[in-house]
């Protein structure tokens, strides 16, 4: 199953998108801005986060990963050692090991600390497995190394809101929530169509019990973005969360006549079942 109907799933049974450990702020009231701290963040110990999985891969790609961690160990020169961490990092999120995955894209950025795309790549991996991790401390660190790395990105090329957006969620999720809504604030006052920026506000307002000013992001959301699947379903959960059952029958319909996955399929039926 994809990332995105694997999120459709997780929300259609209370669970919250992604960012499990995300606090219950108000998300769409003025507020002020902290001063944001980026250290670089190191590079993971050597108790390799890639142990953790070592044997819930499948025998083919176990004996693979293998041959490719020898290689990465006694490699002499940088450019083979990238491409083996490159390689590693493949097999671990095809097998939904993110977390292993983002640590060998991290060694690989390590290995050529001037290549931004590494960087970029390695903050990108952390993001998707800082998404899906539901341990408190684990989220944080996650977190950090996102910042870490597309930080370093952002600093040579400040207009990548795309990644601006992810950096920040990973503060959304900290001690300091006001400091990322502040610059999802930012994102859309630059870019008021900004895609990730509209769907990220209306999931923080769903978050926080704002169901009718969710459903205000959403509906911005698919009027510049109507192929957005997750934007058209949330929108629908929030007019069912704000009790407006006939607009909230209307959106599940419509949601229905845009895929055929039996797990989104079941989750609309329930709603609908509801209503």
């Given at each position: ?7 459709l ?5 209370g ?7 995300l ?16 250290p670089n ?36 020169g ?18 939904g ?10 060694e ?31 989220v ?13 990105v ?6 990548r ?10 503060y ?13 604030r ?19 307002s769903?978050?926080?019990g ?7 992001r ?29 607009k ?13 996955d ?14």
């Amino acid at each position: 199953m994809k990332k995105t109907q694997l999120i459709l799933i997780i929300l259609a049974v209370g669970a919250v998108i992604g960012l499990y450990a995300l606090p219950k702020v108000v998300v769409d009231n003025k507020a002020g801005t902290t001063a944001v701290e980026d250290p670089n963040a190191p590079e993971t110990s050597k108790m390799e986060v890639s142990k953790m999985h070592e044997n819930e891969l499948s025998s083919d790609n176990r004996s693979q990963a293998d041959q490719l961690k020898s290689t990465l160990a006694s490699a002499e020169g940088s450019p083979e050692k990238i491409e083996a961490a490159k390689a590693l990092a493949s097999i671990y999120q095809n097998e939904g090991m993110f977390d292993s995955a983002a640590y060998f894209l991290g060694e690989a950025a390590y290995l050529n600390p001037s290549d931004l795309a590494l960087k970029e790549d390695a903050g990108k991996a952390y993001y998707e497995a800082f998404s899906f991790a539901l341990d408190k401390t684990k989220v944080e660190n996650l977190a950090e190394k996102t910042r870490g790395y597309l930080n370093q990105v952002l600093e040579k090329d400040p207009n990548r809101l795309d990644l601006k957006t992810k950096v920040a969620m990973t503060y959304v999720s900290s001690a300091n929530p006001m400091q990322g809504i502040t610059m999802m604030r930012e994102i859309l006052e630059a870019d008021p169509q900004n895609e990730d920026g509209l769907f990220n506000m209306g999931i923080l307002s769903m978050q926080s019990g704002q169901y009718k000013r969710a459903a205000e992001r959403f509906e911005e959301l698919i009027k510049y973005h109507p192929d957005n699947l997750q934007g058209q379903f949330y929108l629908a959960v929030s007019y069912f969360e704000s009790k407006e059952k006939n607009k909230a029958k209307a959106q599940f319909e419509a949601v229905k006549k845009m895929t055929q996955d039996p797990m989104i399929l079941e989750s609309v039926q329930t709603y609908l079942d509801r209503l």
